[in-house]
């Protein structure tokens, strides 16, 4: 039965939704740190080919042409690292986002589909249990002696009597399927909200 503190879900809800835009965040970050790291590498990389040393011989010449192969490794590098970090982090990242955004679903529609269960059955047994209780005091009613009474008028009483017994009867039973039925449904709600919160 749901009480007006039953918060759980709610919060459980919550925290994954949560949980999700930081990851989003992370995916974000990853994101622009790639771009980042390929901007500043095809900056380098046109730098390294502006960079031109034909006019000079000698090891200046060598040594500016290292400063340009420097140049050009450094670029290759950073579009390797914004490569990477596409691939190893932010694709994961999103992915990983987009899985729990499916679970997340998943198991929210599955406690909500049990708790509206729940809701039910325990509707059931409030109505079970007002059936029973009004034929008890029918029963009661009925049973209480009246003595002056004609003899048929007596036998009628007493066939209401035995026939509001047998629906007595009935009504417990029927309460007692209704509370089996209810822990039922709450113990698959249990059972589902379990599962959504690992």
Known sequence: MQGENDKGLDVLIF??????????????????RAAIEEEFGKRLAKLAKSFTTNEEIGTLR?????????LETS??????????????????CLDFVGQQSTI???????????????ATMSANVAKAKARYISKCHEVAQLSIPQPNLAKEATEKLQ???ERAQQQVTQQDLDYVSAVERLADAHSHWEEDYRVACN
Do not use: C, W, Y
């Not at 670029?75 to 994961?92: F, M, V």
């Open 15 to 32: 925290r994954m939704k949560n949980g999700k835009h930081v990851t989003s965040e992370i995916s974000a970050l990853f994101k622009e």
């Open 62 to 70: 060598e040594s500016l042409d290292l400063v340009k192969t420097e």
């Open 104 to 118: 997340r679903k998943t198991q929210h529609a599955n406690v909500e589909r049990r708790l509206k269960a729940k």
């Open 159 to 161: 066939s209401k009597l």
């Open 75 to 92: 670029a290759r590098a950073h579009l390797d690292i914004a490569n990477e970090i596409r691939i190893q982090l932010e694709k994961p």
